[in-house]
DNA sequence: ATGACGGCTATCAGCCGA
């Protein structure tokens, strides 16, 4: 099974390309971020008459998240259990959720498509919303596979947060400064890999950048920034047999800030593949 | 070449994004 996530920043601007890259690359799920509209506004047809179903998740002309699959989806979730709400000006507890997280069962995999919250600033309300949001997932995470160890489960989706020096081209980004870099953040980060989830694309693709700003010539400078992510919990890390980071998709015509990242997956459970047979 | 920001809407200005 060949997965891939993906913030395409408006599926309507860009129906074709998403469209265009699920059959080059031969895609069996795609979770999309940022799809900037709401169901009932979704280009399904493109998508069906490629082969794919798609599940929608959103409320209004921000965020928004997807899952198009030609493989069956079972178990449909939007947002995650004990996921914190938010609005401008409204420090409450209560807040009114926005479309983050949207989740299916594929041959029996829990896929997440995520898109964590900007953060804004180091002092702004949506800097702590993005600190609680992802404190929250992990403690989703931690429920979850506490309930099943066993569970091929995968977070992949947009972090907004860049884990290490290595991932941060971007000279406008900068620790003490700007968000996506500061140490809470990076903390809370680490924390999905301390609870047992694995980056499963970084010892596939140890270098790389999976945004660009479109301002400032940041593409061809190659300044960018690696925070869009696929973590992975043991079962689902196990079944890794390979990665990429689609940095073409950022070229041409109208693409989206951020590029697709790709994971293949060989679920067929047998754990003695590599291993010899004794009484064949 | 990979090229100087681009989506969205209570639109032609302001919000959001990283």
Same mark, same amino acid.
């Given at each position: ?6 913030n395409?920043?408006? &599926?309507r ?6 469209? !265009? ?28 008459? %490629? ?12 965020? !928004?998240v ?8 079972e /178990? ?9 709400g ?8 209560d ?6 997280a949207?989740?299916?069962?594929v ?7 995520l ?5 804004? !600033? ?6 702590? =919303?993005?600190?609680r949001?992802?404190?929250?997932l992990?403690? =989703?995470?931690?429920?979850?596979? %506490?309930?099943?160890p ?7 989706? /947009?972090?907004?947060?860049?884990p290490?020096p290595?991932d941060?081209g ?6 003490? &400064? ?15 890999l /301390? ?10 693709v ?10 400032q ?9 690696r925070?869009?992510f696929?973590l992975?919990s043991?079962?689902?890390?196990? %079944?890794v ?6 940095r ?7 693409p989206?800030d951020? &590029?697709? &990242? ?5 679920l067929?459970?047998?754990? /003695? ?6 009484? !064949?």
């Open positions: 099974m060949r997965i891939a996530t993906w395409v920043n408006s &599926v601007a860009r129906v074709d390309r998403v469209v !265009g890259f699920l059959e080059r690359a031969d895609v069996d799920v795609l979770l999309m971020q940022e799809i900037k509209c709401k169901p009932m506004q979704f280009p399904y047809e493109a998508f069906e008459r %490629a082969g794919y179903t798609v599940e929608a998740h959103g409320l209004n002309q921000w965020n !928004g997807a899952i198009a699959s030609r493989l069956p989806m /178990d449909v979730e939007y947002s995650f259990p004990g996921m914190p938010f609005q401008k000006g409204y420090e409450g507890d807040a009114p959720l926005e479309a983050r949207i989740s299916a069962l041959e029996g995999v829990r896929l997440w498509s898109y964590v919250p900007n953060g804004r !600033g180091l002092e702004d309300p949506h800097y702590a =919303y993005k600190l949001f992802l404190e929250a992990r403690r =989703y995470v931690e429920d979850a596979l %506490a309930a099943d066993q569970l091929p489960l995968a977070l992949t989706g /947009d972090f907004n947060i860049a290490t290595e941060v971007d000279p406008s980004i900068v620790e003490g &400064v700007t968000t996506h870099v500061s140490p809470a953040e990076r903390a809370a980060f680490q924390a999905f /301390d609870g047992g989830l694995r980056d499963v694309v970084r010892p596939l140890p270098s790389g950048y999976t945004f660009w700003d479109y301002k010539l940041r593409f061809p400078r190659d300044e960018g920034l925070i869009d696929v992975g043991r079962a689902f890390a196990d %079944a047999e390979g990665a990429s980071i689609e073409d998709e950022r070229k041409g015509e109208h989206s951020h &590029v697709p &990242v790709m994971v293949d997956l060989d067929s459970d047998d754990e /003695d593949d590599d291993l010899p047979m004794i009484f !064949g």
